[in-house]
């Protein structure tokens, strides 16, 4: 028996993480590998923040934190939710954590009870089901359909809430799949939720910024439900900042005080050095962020049309985020040169690794077997090489 608990055991390592340790592998034994599986921004964060950050440090920012935050990060926080979102928050509504990561683990641990049903958007980010699970709440999965750009809908939804779902979970724009819920959409999912008022809705907007339809929706815009929504946001994809640790949410009272208490004996306050870093990006606006996006759409646009040019693939056009996502179950039954049969979108993934020297992330990993993730956040250079290796060896598949 392990020495292990169950918890651990139970819990799966995370797909794209290790997917980038499999190409760190490959490339330390000196293999050229591209790597379009992390979900990381390749710009260095913006002069200004870092500058931010330094002078914490001669300030003497080097103690504890309060666990939520500073309260002066905190009313910058809601100063952005109500330029953004229009949303009216108090700095107690306000918990920073060490990244979005944290934000929404400690939502959850803080909600779900054993048993909790927790209705999960699929495609989701992988590692809402791992928190569901370490709260020992049951996941249920509601895929949306490729027609829809995988969005899941008001009427699909109701169908699967039953009287133990406390709990949804979505991103918009969405990791993996780049969706973005338009406002009637949200306003369409906002009704059903008014109607069960045990539902809570858990919006992760991490990638707000990165959006190319323009218009970002906020679930807690929806006056019947903003009690119940608890929303997620941070620094890590908008302003470049993934090494920093840190992210926040906003919810009413009762709920930030159960996330602060849940933080309090985890974790504490995050890095002092990277709250003041965080409350200078906060001041200076979204204008960093606006000139990423404009990269971030060319390389998609670049990238749709390399998939585009793929046999096979059937990839919707992404709205928002960095990653496209491609249906490639047209090669799921093929053979590769040494005689294998590609089963799956991991055993695809394998075969693009070890031949092609590209690192994709297999679908499955967000509740998607027949697709394949693949991060844009790369230089467009690389992209190309990356497209063109990914046809030629994907034409050795008979
Ligand atoms: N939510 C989604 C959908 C993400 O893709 C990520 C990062 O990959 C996070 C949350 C976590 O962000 P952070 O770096 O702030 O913890």
New binding site residues.
């Given amino acids: 028996s392990s020495v292990l608990s169950d918890r651990i055991n139970a819990m799966q390592e995370s797909q794209t993480i290790a997917m980038a340790k499999k190409a760190r592998e490959l490339a330390a034994q000196g293999v050229d590998v591209i790597s379009l599986s992390f979900?990381e921004p390749d710009f260095q964060t913006p002069q200004y923040i870092k500058d931010a950050a330094k002078k914490a440090l001669d300030d003497g920012f080097t103690f504890y934190t309060p666990v939520p935050g500073y309260p002066d990060l905190r009313q910058a926080i809601c100063d952005k939710l109500q330029r953004d979102n229009q949303l009216d928050y108090k700095p107690e509504n306000i918990v920073v954590s060490t990244?979005?990561?944290?934000a929404?683990a400690n939502a959850v641990l803080s909600l779900i009870n054993p048993g909790d049903e927790v209705i999960v958007f699929a495609p989701y980010?992988v590692s809402y089901e791992e928190m569901v699970r370490l709260a020992e709440g049951t996941t249920v999965t509601l895929m949306g359909t490729l027609e829809n750009d995988f969005k899941v809908t008001a009427q699909e939804l109701e169908a699967a809430i039953t009287p133990r779902t406390k709990l949804i979970m979505y991103?918009s724009p969405c990791?993996p799949t780049g969706s973005v819920f338009s406002r009637e959409e949200l306003a369409a999912i906002a009704e059903v939720v008014a109607r069960y008022p045990q539902v809570h809705v858990l919006a992760?907007e991490?990638?707000e910024y990165i959006n190319f339809v323009g218009e970002h929706v906020s679930m807690a815009q929806f006056p019947a439900i903003k009690d119940r929504v608890i929303t997620v946001n941070?620094?890590?994809k908008g302003y470049a900042m993934?090494g920093w640790?840190i992210?926040y949410l906003a919810a009413r009272r009762e709920i930030a005080s159960a996330c602060e208490k849940m933080q309090s004996q985890i974790t504490s306050g995050t890095c002092s050095i990277t709250q003041r870093a965080a409350l200078a990006a906060l001041q200076g606006g979204r204008s960093s962020a606006d000139e990423m996006v404009a990269a971030y759409r060319r390389r998609r646009d670049l990238v749709l049309a390399l998939c585009q040019d793929i046999p096979g693939f059937r990839t919707p056009t992404p709205s928002g985020a960095f990653y496209v996502f491609p249906d490639v179950s047209g090669y799921f039954g093929k053979t590769t040169p040494s005689g294998d049969v590609i089963g799956t979108a991991s055993d695809l993934a394998m075969f693009m690794l070890n031949d092609g020297h590209v690192a994709a992330v297999d679908g499955a990993a967000f509740g998607a077997p027949n697709c394949m993730r693949f991060s844009t956040a790369a230089a467009d250079e690389k992209l190309r090489e990356a497209f063109i290796r990914i046809k030629n060896c994907l034409a050795k598949l008979q």
């Fill in positions: 979900g990244g979005a990561k944290q929404l980010w991103s990791n992760d991490i990638y941070g620094f890590s993934t640790r992210g």
